[in-house]
Every structure is written in structure tokens, then in C-alpha cells.
């Protein structure tokens, strides 16, 4: 059973940046495409970012520019890089892995929270 752990969440002043980690479990990671969602108060889950096994990334027009998703198969995580962050970035981020359109894991989340 594959399980997934965010860490790196907090809080940080608008315009700075945070780094987010998701470590998984199991054997699967790397032939997994790997994502990352984001759930604000009172909002629906939305895709922030996703890079496939082979390293192909698809972005949300939010995080363009300001967001950077990467893998690192040998150690089983991947990563989100946010810069510029501002308060509207203030929500619950969560990890996704998909093998199969049948098959996929949610970690439980790590808060991110944009405030001066």
C-alpha cells in the first residue's frame, strides 16, 4: 500500500517562497505520475501542478511562472518550489500519485499559509 507524506508547509510573508515535499512509500513512484493539488477554505480541490514518470510537467495558470514541480526518483519524493507567493496561495496542498486511471493515493496535506 503506497502512502504519501507533504511536509515543508507554513507560513510566509506575500512574495516569499516555500519548497514542498512528498515522500511515498512503495514501489511504484517511479512509474507514477506524481501531482500536486490545493483545497483554500470554502473552495473546491483544485490541480496546482503534475510531472509524469518521464519528467513531463503540466501547470495550473496559476503557478506559472512562480511554481516548479520535479521528481527524484532515487529518493522516492517529489518537490514544489513556490515563489512570489501571495495570499490567494493560502490553502491545504496535497500530493497525488496515479498509476492507472484506476489507481491512485492522496496524501494527507500540508498547510500553506500567505500572510503578512
Known amino acids: 500500500q503506497v502512502q504519501l507524506v507533504e511536509s515543508g508547509g507554513g507560513l510566509v510573508q506575500p512574495g516569499g517562497s516555500l519548497r514542498l515535499s512528498c515522500a511515498a512509500s512503495?514501489?511504484?513512484?517511479?512509474?507514477?505520475?506524481m501531482g500536486w493539488y490545493r483545497q483554500a477554505p470554502g473552495k473546491q480541490r483544485e490541480l496546482v501542478a503534475t510531472?509524469?514518470?518521464?519528467?513531463?510537467?503540466n501547470y495550473a495558470d496559476s503557478a506559472k511562472g512562480r511554481f516548479t514541480i520535479s521528481r527524484d526518483n532515487a529518493k522516492n519524493t517529489m518537490y514544489l518550489q513556490m515563489n512570489s507567493l501571495k495570499p490567494e496561495d493560502t490553502a491545504v496542498y496535497y500530493c497525488?500519485?496515479?498509476?492507472?486511471?484506476?489507481?491512485?493515493?492522496w496524501g494527507k496535506g500540508t498547510l500553506v499559509t500567505v500572510s503578512s
Open positions: 510531472i509524469s514518470s518521464g519528467g513531463s510537467t
Open positions: 512503495g514501489s511504484v513512484f517511479s512509474i507514477s505520475t
Open positions: 497525488n500519485l496515479k498509476t492507472s486511471p484506476f489507481y491512485t493515493v
